[in-house]
């Protein structure tokens, strides 16, 4: 009897001893990644999320209630860039992150602006703090969290939106005017919403600022011929072709524009340039693009100290230069999910939304502050004002910044044949 | 010489008209498969308390089987194969949408009435199609979405690509889940028991061999718009209901995966019995959601499989399962 | 003036597109929605070819398009063959199939933009001062002569008259010792093997992309309907409609309806004359 019961006591101890010294390795907190895998614009994120995650935690982790945990990462396809595949898939991607892998910050997606505005309401139910970093160029997210802040308060967006990115080609293009004396644009943009709501906002930009802008062509997804408007933009004497385009046929305009020896110098939006490997694909016929980045940081250039320390250690990781414009948002958001844990000292959502609000670090692109009320990255021509968004020319097959002009390190070429 | 015989099981033949109440045995062998559907079905929300997230996809799945249930009524007892599902659920989602966001009405008015709208909206936009036949009525029925998906992105109507968003939500958790199962189960034995009314032998009448119908009197285009009214009331239903769980409507309503999905899950059920629709369903949609893990090439999975269906076992799982359940087979002495 | 030149270079490529799955549905009335499928794969595999083995470009086309033919085949004799004559079933088991390829094709690697097959000539022309590319004159070129030969080879060959055999009357056919089956594979055989020829001229003007399966598949599908199921002269002539209904309308109404005009004219066609222009007249076999 004696026996017995002391060694239901010894067993009993041990149990406690040993479930003791479990707790003592803290749970990990985890970072849901709703991309669509399949896509640029998805592994762009995927890739800045892991190299962030794996350099945060090789310096010990995240200093959160007088202990150090690490991040983990869960990445789930949500397909939703695929033109075929319903938003619910997205929404059901976000919702196995949340109830299943019990992702207590999600970074990253819903890629694109339909299933991004669908899930601020899923955020809201079930309360947790996202940071999207790619696709999403619509200025309606923002807009949607300074107008019902009570409702959308997790939600934050640190890449740069259409509205931005508009005024910046507008410095640009005044900058284009006064030196070369420009006057002559034409337009041609994708039949999709951020697309189309680039190109109006650029028409007006421009017709404002005295130039002439020849027309706006608007190409359903899918158009695999573009002469009609190479030729009329020619017959119009265009200087400037404008595009905004994230279609795969992109790649056949740009061709096109080369063949045809289009006077036009082309800049704007596309997607299908902002891979290193795309020099190549195109056979070196899409020199003299100047192409929008979006956020600095996706090109090797030298806005900021750290800008070039990023672009070695991912070009140490993956093998190649950064690309898609994704890459050095998501990498910042995990510093600035860093950022807003350590000084809320908790990872409570409420407390981490005003962590959030309240950071100020130099990051890849710049100062990096969100604005209290939209919960916007706040932009500028400054790196050290704000966040920088880039434009880079296609120059001997590389990508050389060269806007905005505080972080540029090349200037504008002009191609041979056009002048 | 041995040749194989099929002859009902005995206790089929005692459960034929009075008989079948004779004794309990008879009764459960009737009863006991559809009470096994009807109450694991209604268990399920509950059941899958543990898992939060699977009672989500159950959601989902019950949307996917109202479609796959308009798609088997239609393509099974009406002739009709109608590849564009997808235009159904935009159709109810949409409707929804505007009901509530811009006429402010609240949930429970605004599923039954999109769904009655929906219903007339499709039925007048199908009806110029409905005198073709066989593989032409499928792929007009194929373009339909498609073509609504363009229209609504070059006019930049009812939100244009952003979608109409602010729906509101269902309040309650589990009205949510049982609500959509409540419909699926109704709609269910409804059509069983419409397809055996008279209307239904007419629907039939017209699969087989529509002209003796239409020697019969019997004007054929109004059989065939009223069974597509049916079936696309079925299917804005789901569409409604899937506006609301999701609390927004857009453009990707009409995305082809809709149009796919259910008639992958009736092949796979079995078509011509619509239980096998739901069975479908029930088998395909957390498949696909086990499947997420190896993101693109679950697609790969399943269209695989549904090929195999297709080529080898092209009645389907339930049409196997009845036939099992009610007759038996033997080698017989020729 | 370039609305003329861009017209009918358009317009080759819409029947480039078409011919495959315009020959395979006239002669086997099967309708092969797994066509982009095809398409794609063949580009990526010459794409593998020539840059990760290391074949030199000629070779790797033509071992291209032959795998491709020989995808075909096998498609036929191990699926299709056991469900002739029930069309539904047909689409289903054809478009799942040419889903499978094109996801797993993504799920293999083919992502991003970055896969493109060499131009078989750089530079451009200019001509009745319009510029165009050198390979979009190739493509006319080649596109004319594949025309011709397929028109000899049907007309003159005689595995050619016998496809046509079995296209007119297949019981007369088969009576005269023609193998159904047999010909139904070499039909697939040759459809898909031009579905990947097309690929090889038309790919080099963009990329290599999944999307591009998708949408050749709709304009296939378009030229077929409207030129009429089981029609050659058909699908040429209603390739010309298309294309010059889509550049027309960038010129004079705006490049935002393109697109819709080619799933507006299947819709038109299908609800006023479902057998096409050209197509053979079966008032009962398609309507009430």
Same mark, same amino acid.
Request: include cysteine; charged fraction near 15%; glycine fraction near 10%.
């Given at each position: 009897m004696r026996r017995s019961v002391v060694s239901v006591f010894l067993s009993l101890c041990l149990i406690v001893g040993f479930t003791l010294t479990v707790n003592a390795a803290e749970k990990p907190i985890v970072i849901g990644a709703p991309l669509s895998t399949a896509f640029l614009y998805g592994w762009d994120a995927e890739r800045g999320i892991k190299l962030a995650v794996e350099e945060i935690n090789a310096a010990g982790g995240v200093a959160v209630g007088g202990k150090k945990r690490l991040f983990s990462v869960e990445v789930i396809d949500t397909r939703d860039l695929e033109p075929q595949v319903p938003v619910s898939e997205a929404l059901l991607g976000v919702e196995k992150l949340i109830l299943e892998k019990k992702a207590d910050f999600l970074i990253g997606g819903p890629v694109r602006s339909e299933a991004a505005l669908a899930a601020m309401d899923l955020l809201n139910k079930y309360k947790k703090v996202s940071i999207v970093t790619t696709g999403v160029l619509t200025p309606a997210y923002t807009k949607k969290v300074e107008d019902n802040y009570a409702k959308y308060k997790y939600c934050f967006r640190n890449t740069s939106h259409v509205g931005v990115m508009i005024g910046e080609f507008a410095v640009l293009f005044d900058d284009l005017k006064k030196s070369q004396g420009f006057n002559q644009a034409y337009i041609m943009v994708q039949d999709v919403a951020h697309a189309r709501g680039g190109g109006e906002a650029m028409k007006k930009t421009l017709t404002e600022r005295g130039w002439t802008v020849g027309d706006m062509k608007v190409y359903p997804t899918g158009t695999t011929d573009y002469s009609v408007g190479l030729t009329d933009a020619a017959k119009k004497n265009s200087q400037v072709l404008f595009l905004w385009m994230d279609m795969p046929e992109s790649a056949i305009l740009l061709k096109q524009w080369s063949d045809m020896k289009s006077k036009a110098l082309p800049m704007g939006f596309v997607n299908a340039a902002e891979q290193p490997g795309f020099w190549k694909a195109s056979g070196g016929r899409t020199e003299y693009l100047l192409v929008n980045l979006v956020n600095a940081g996706n090109s090797p250039s030298k806005t900021t100290p750290w800008t070039m320390k990023f672009c070695d250690a991912y070009k140490k990781k993956w093998g190649l230069e950064p690309e898609g414009y994704g890459t050095s948002s998501s990498y910042m958001a995990v510093y600035q999910l860093k950022a807003a844990i350590e000084k809320a000292n908790s990872v409570d959502s409420d407390a981490v939304v005003k962590g959030l609000e309240d950071i100020d670090i130099m990051g890849v692109y710049g100062r990096m502050r969100f604005d209290k009320k939209s919960h916007e990255i706040i932009p500028s021509l400054d790196p050290k004002e704000g966040a920088v968004t880039s434009i880079i020319q296609w120059q001997a097959g590389k990508r050389v910044q060269v806007f905005p002009p505080k972080a540029a390190d090349g200037k504008i070429l002009y191609p041979p044949w056009a002048k | 010489?041995?040749?194989?015989?099929?002859?009902?099981?005995?206790?089929?033949?005692?459960?034929?008209?009075?008989?079948?109440?004779?004794?309990?045995?008879?009764?459960?062998?009737?009863?006991?498969?559809?009470?096994?559907?009807?109450? *694991?079905?209604?268990?399920?929300?509950?059941?899958?308390?543990?898992?939060?997230?699977?009672?989500?996809?159950?959601?989902?799945?019950? #949307?996917?089987?109202? $479609?796959?249930?308009?798609?088997?009524?239609?393509?099974?007892?009406? *002739?009709?194969?109608?590849?564009?599902?997808?235009?159904?659920?935009?159709?109810?989602?949409?409707?929804?949408?505007?009901?509530?966001?811009?006429?402010?009405?609240?949930?429970?008015?605004?599923?039954?009435?999109? *769904?009655?709208?929906?219903?007339?909206?499709?039925?007048?936009?199908?009806?110029?199609?409905?005198?073709?036949?066989? #593989?032409?009525?499928?792929?007009?029925?194929?373009?339909?979405?498609?073509?609504?998906?363009?229209? #609504?992105?070059?006019?930049?109507?009812?939100?244009?690509?952003?979608?109409?968003?602010?729906?509101?939500? @269902?309040?309650?958790?589990? $009205?949510?889940?049982?609500?959509?199962?409540?419909?699926?189960?109704?709609?269910?034995?409804?059509?069983?028991? @419409?397809?055996?009314?008279?209307?239904?032998?007419?629907?039939?009448?017209?699969?087989?061999?529509?002209?003796?119908?239409?020697?019969?009197?019997?004007?054929?285009?109004?059989?065939?718009?009223?069974?597509?009214?049916?079936?696309?009331? #079925?299917?804005?239903?789901?569409?409604?209901? $899937?506006?609301?769980?999701?609390?927004?409507?857009? $453009?990707?309503?009409?995305?082809?995966d809709f149009s796919i999905i259910p008639i992958a899950a009736v092949v796979i059920g079995g078509g011509g019995t619509l239980v096998g629709a739901l069975i479908g369903t029930l088998i395909l949609v957390p498949l696909s959601e086990f499947l997420r893990f190896f993101g693109t090439f679950r697609i790969v999975i399943y269209c695989a499989a549904l090929t195999a269906f297709i080529v080898f076992k092209s009645e389907g799982l339930m049409v196997y399962a009845q036939r099992k359940y009610h007759q038996f087979e033997r080698w017989a002495k020729v | 003036m370039e609305v003329l030149v861009y017209g009918i270079i358009n317009s080759v490529i819409l029947s480039l597109y078409a011919l495959g799955f315009t020959l395979v549905y006239s002669i086997s009335r099967l309708p092969n929605f797994a066509h982009g499928a095809l398409y794609v794969t063949c580009g990526y595999l010459v794409f593998v070819l020539t840059n990760s083995i290391g074949l030199p470009y000629p070779a790797a086309a033509v071992v291209g398009i032959a795998a491709t033919a020989l995808i075909g085949a096998v498609i036929y004799r191990f699926i299709l063959i056991r469900i002739r004559g029930m069309e539904i079933s047909e689409i289903i088991a054809t478009y799942a199939v040419g889903l499978a390829i094109l996801e797993g094709l993504r799920w293999g690697g083919l992502r991003g933009m970055t896969f493109v097959l060499p131009t078989f000539y750089p530079g451009s022309v200019t001509l009745f001062d319009v510029s165009i590319d050198i390979q979009r004159l190739i493509i006319v070129a080649i596109g004319i002569m594949t025309f011709a030969g397929l028109y000899l080879f =049907?007309?003159? +060959?005689?595995?050619?008259?016998?496809?046509?055999?079995?296209?007119?009357?297949?019981? /007369?056919?088969?009576?005269?010792?023609?193998? +159904?089956?047999? =010909?139904?594979?070499?039909?697939?055989?040759?459809? +898909?093997?031009? /579905? %990947?020829?097309?690929?090889?001229?038309?790919?080099?003007?963009?990329?290599?992309?999944?999307?591009? %399966?998708? =949408?050749?598949?709709?304009?296939?599908?378009?030229?077929?309907?409207? %030129?009429?199921? %089981? +029609?050659?002269s058909g699908a040429i002539i209603s390739s010309f409609i298309i294309g010059f209904a889509q550049i027309l309308t960038e010129k004079f109404l705006s490049s935002h309806f393109t697109m819709l005009v080619a799933v507006l004219a299947i819709i038109v066609t299908l609800l006023l004359k479902p057998s096409g222009l050209f197509g053979k007249q079966k008032e009962l076999e398609e309507r009430v």
């Amino acid at each position: 009897m004696r026996r017995s019961v002391v060694s239901v006591f010894l067993s009993l101890c041990l149990i406690v001893g040993f479930t003791l010294t479990v707790n003592a390795a803290e749970k990990p907190i985890v970072i849901g990644a709703p991309l669509s895998t399949a896509f640029l614009y998805g592994w762009d994120a995927e890739r800045g999320i892991k190299l962030a995650v794996e350099e945060i935690n090789a310096a010990g982790g995240v200093a959160v209630g007088g202990k150090k945990r690490l991040f983990s990462v869960e990445v789930i396809d949500t397909r939703d860039l695929e033109p075929q595949v319903p938003v619910s898939e997205a929404l059901l991607g976000v919702e196995k992150l949340i109830l299943e892998k019990k992702a207590d910050f999600l970074i990253g997606g819903p890629v694109r602006s339909e299933a991004a505005l669908a899930a601020m309401d899923l955020l809201n139910k079930y309360k947790k703090v996202s940071i999207v970093t790619t696709g999403v160029l619509t200025p309606a997210y923002t807009k949607k969290v300074e107008d019902n802040y009570a409702k959308y308060k997790y939600c934050f967006r640190n890449t740069s939106h259409v509205g931005v990115m508009i005024g910046e080609f507008a410095v640009l293009f005044d900058d284009l005017k006064k030196s070369q004396g420009f006057n002559q644009a034409y337009i041609m943009v994708q039949d999709v919403a951020h697309a189309r709501g680039g190109g109006e906002a650029m028409k007006k930009t421009l017709t404002e600022r005295g130039w002439t802008v020849g027309d706006m062509k608007v190409y359903p997804t899918g158009t695999t011929d573009y002469s009609v408007g190479l030729t009329d933009a020619a017959k119009k004497n265009s200087q400037v072709l404008f595009l905004w385009m994230d279609m795969p046929e992109s790649a056949i305009l740009l061709k096109q524009w080369s063949d045809m020896k289009s006077k036009a110098l082309p800049m704007g939006f596309v997607n299908a340039a902002e891979q290193p490997g795309f020099w190549k694909a195109s056979g070196g016929r899409t020199e003299y693009l100047l192409v929008n980045l979006v956020n600095a940081g996706n090109s090797p250039s030298k806005t900021t100290p750290w800008t070039m320390k990023f672009c070695d250690a991912y070009k140490k990781k993956w093998g190649l230069e950064p690309e898609g414009y994704g890459t050095s948002s998501s990498y910042m958001a995990v510093y600035q999910l860093k950022a807003a844990i350590e000084k809320a000292n908790s990872v409570d959502s409420d407390a981490v939304v005003k962590g959030l609000e309240d950071i100020d670090i130099m990051g890849v692109y710049g100062r990096m502050r969100f604005d209290k009320k939209s919960h916007e990255i706040i932009p500028s021509l400054d790196p050290k004002e704000g966040a920088v968004t880039s434009i880079i020319q296609w120059q001997a097959g590389k990508r050389v910044q060269v806007f905005p002009p505080k972080a540029a390190d090349g200037k504008i070429l002009y191609p041979p044949w056009a002048k | 010489m041995r040749r194989k015989e099929r002859i009902d099981r005995g206790i089929k033949v005692r459960t034929e008209g009075i008989y079948a109440i004779s004794s309990w045995r008879e009764i459960l062998y009737l009863v006991g498969p559809r009470a096994l559907l009807i109450l *694991g079905l209604l268990a399920l929300p509950l059941i899958l308390e543990l898992a939060p997230y699977w009672k989500r996809v159950i959601n989902i799945m019950c #949307v996917y089987a109202m $479609l796959a249930l308009a798609f088997d009524f239609l393509a099974n007892y009406v *002739g009709l194969v109608c590849l564009g599902g997808a235009f159904f659920i935009g159709a109810g989602g949409y409707f929804t949408a505007i009901f509530n966001v811009y006429v402010g009405l609240p949930f429970y008015l605004t599923i039954p009435l999109a *769904g009655i709208c929906g219903a007339v909206f499709c039925t007048v936009l199908l009806l110029p199609c409905l005198p073709l036949r066989g #593989v032409y009525f499928a792929i007009v029925t194929l373009m339909y979405p498609l073509l609504a998906t363009r229209v #609504v992105e070059a006019f930049d109507i009812l939100g244009g690509t952003n979608g109409i968003t602010g729906v509101d939500a @269902f309040p309650n958790a589990y $009205l949510e889940s049982y609500a959509i199962i409540f419909l699926v189960l109704f709609f269910l034995f409804a059509m069983r028991r @419409f397809v055996n009314q008279d209307i239904g032998l007419v629907l039939r009448g017209v699969k087989d061999n529509d002209q003796s119908v239409r020697a019969s009197g019997i004007n054929v285009t109004y059989m065939k718009a009223l069974a597509v009214f049916v079936a696309a009331f #079925v299917g804005c239903l789901g569409g409604a209901y $899937l506006a609301h769980l999701y609390m927004w409507a857009g $453009l990707s309503l009409f995305a082809l995966d809709f149009s796919i999905i259910p008639i992958a899950a009736v092949v796979i059920g079995g078509g011509g019995t619509l239980v096998g629709a739901l069975i479908g369903t029930l088998i395909l949609v957390p498949l696909s959601e086990f499947l997420r893990f190896f993101g693109t090439f679950r697609i790969v999975i399943y269209c695989a499989a549904l090929t195999a269906f297709i080529v080898f076992k092209s009645e389907g799982l339930m049409v196997y399962a009845q036939r099992k359940y009610h007759q038996f087979e033997r080698w017989a002495k020729v | 003036m370039e609305v003329l030149v861009y017209g009918i270079i358009n317009s080759v490529i819409l029947s480039l597109y078409a011919l495959g799955f315009t020959l395979v549905y006239s002669i086997s009335r099967l309708p092969n929605f797994a066509h982009g499928a095809l398409y794609v794969t063949c580009g990526y595999l010459v794409f593998v070819l020539t840059n990760s083995i290391g074949l030199p470009y000629p070779a790797a086309a033509v071992v291209g398009i032959a795998a491709t033919a020989l995808i075909g085949a096998v498609i036929y004799r191990f699926i299709l063959i056991r469900i002739r004559g029930m069309e539904i079933s047909e689409i289903i088991a054809t478009y799942a199939v040419g889903l499978a390829i094109l996801e797993g094709l993504r799920w293999g690697g083919l992502r991003g933009m970055t896969f493109v097959l060499p131009t078989f000539y750089p530079g451009s022309v200019t001509l009745f001062d319009v510029s165009i590319d050198i390979q979009r004159l190739i493509i006319v070129a080649i596109g004319i002569m594949t025309f011709a030969g397929l028109y000899l080879f =049907t007309h003159f +060959s005689r595995i050619g008259l016998a496809l046509r055999g079995i296209a007119q009357d297949e019981r /007369a056919a088969m009576m005269l010792g023609i193998d +159904s089956d047999m =010909t139904a594979v070499v039909s697939l055989a040759i459809g +898909s093997g031009l /579905a %990947g020829f097309a690929a090889i001229l038309v790919l080099p003007l963009g990329n290599i992309v999944v999307e591009a %399966g998708y =949408t050749v598949l709709i304009f296939a599908i378009a030229v077929c309907i409207i %030129g009429g199921l %089981g +029609s050659w002269s058909g699908a040429i002539i209603s390739s010309f409609i298309i294309g010059f209904a889509q550049i027309l309308t960038e010129k004079f109404l705006s490049s935002h309806f393109t697109m819709l005009v080619a799933v507006l004219a299947i819709i038109v066609t299908l609800l006023l004359k479902p057998s096409g222009l050209f197509g053979k007249q079966k008032e009962l076999e398609e309507r009430v």
